[in-house]
Nanobody, 124 residues
Framework: QVQLVESGGGLVQAGGSLRLSCAAS????????MGWFRQAPGKEREFVAH????????YYADSVKGRFTISRDNAKNTVYLQMNSLKPEDTAVYYC?????????????????WGQGTQVTVSS
């Protein structure tokens, strides 16, 4: 069982930065790949980034590559999403997710646990 709690969302001006955190329960955090997804109003949930259990491998959606950085601190059972150069189109509810597939995936269907989401709003 894994419980995930996101935090760090808020309102930011275009071009600004925001850092999201996702705190996970349990003592097997490093055995899970972690991902970030987002869902804007009227749109389907889309992949943002994922990271392997060890933190060695990361992968990003083209839309955020070069602007966002996913990282994890397994000692703290926490995964982060540093978001820089934010754009209005980044506005969405951001969700973290954990997958038994330790290498990670860009497919939401391959994640086993989800957080409640945190709202990110970028003003133009």
């Amino acid at each position: 069982q894994v419980q995930l709690v996101e935090s760090g969302g808020g309102l930011v001006q275009a071009g600004g930065s925001l850092r999201l955190s996702c705190a996970a329960s349990g003592r097997t955090f490093s055995r899970y790949a972690m991902g970030w997804f987002r869902q804007a109003p009227g749109k389907e949930r889309e992949f943002v980034a994922h990271i392997s259990g060890s933190g060695t491998t990361t992968y990003y959606a083209d839309s955020v590559k070069g602007r966002f950085t996913i990282s994890r601190d397994n000692a703290k059972n926490t995964v982060y999403l540093q978001m820089n150069s934010l754009k209005p189109e980044d506005t969405a509810v951001y969700y973290c997710a954990a997958s038994f597939k330790i290498t990670g995936s860009s497919l939401a269907s391959e994640y086993d646990y989800w957080g409640q989401g945190t709202q990110v709003t970028v003003s133009s």
